[in-house]
């Protein structure tokens, strides 16, 4: 059973750059998916940037494209997400993600997942 744990956040300002980590425990699996959601206040959580177990980008939200970055270690112990030329409209909270259902097909980026961090926030002004 995999377990995630964000850090990282915290308050910048615009055109400033934060790296996320997702710190992966537990039984985790190379055809898992691995995301990062954000919800922002009063909004629903919903997908920024996805990845495969194998690291291979398969989802990039509109908004974060071009500034965005995903990454999975080698031993696939940390996820990171890279931010820069941040936006107020960036802010909210940041989700790691992962899923045990099996039916996040193509990894992509209107599945709602199952497995959650417990979120690390993210201010831009």
């Known amino acids: 059973h995999v377990q995630l744990v964000e850090s990282g956040g915290g308050s910048v300002q615009a055109g400033g750059s934060l790296r996320l980590s997702c710190r992966i425990s537990?039984?985790?699996?190379?055809?898992?998916?691995l995301g990062w959601f954000r919800q922002a206040p009063g909004k629903g959580r919903k997908a920024v940037i996805v990845?495969?177990?194998?690291?291979?980008?398969?989802y990039v939200a509109d908004s974060a494209k071009g500034r965005f970055t995903i990454t999975l270690d080698n031993a696939k112990t940390t996820l990171y997400l890279q931010m820069d030329s941040l936006k107020p409209e960036d802010t909210g909270m940041y989700y790691c993600?992962?899923?045990?259902?099996?039916?996040?097909?193509?990894?992509?980026?209107?599945?709602?997942?199952?497995?959650w961090g417990q979120g690390t926030q993210v201010t831009v002004s």
């Open positions: 993600t992962s899923d045990s259902q099996g039916l996040w097909v193509g990894c992509g980026g209107t599945y709602y997942p199952n497995i």
């Open positions: 537990g039984n985790y699996l190379s055809r898992y998916c």
């Open positions: 990845t495969d177990g194998d690291g291979t980008t398969t």
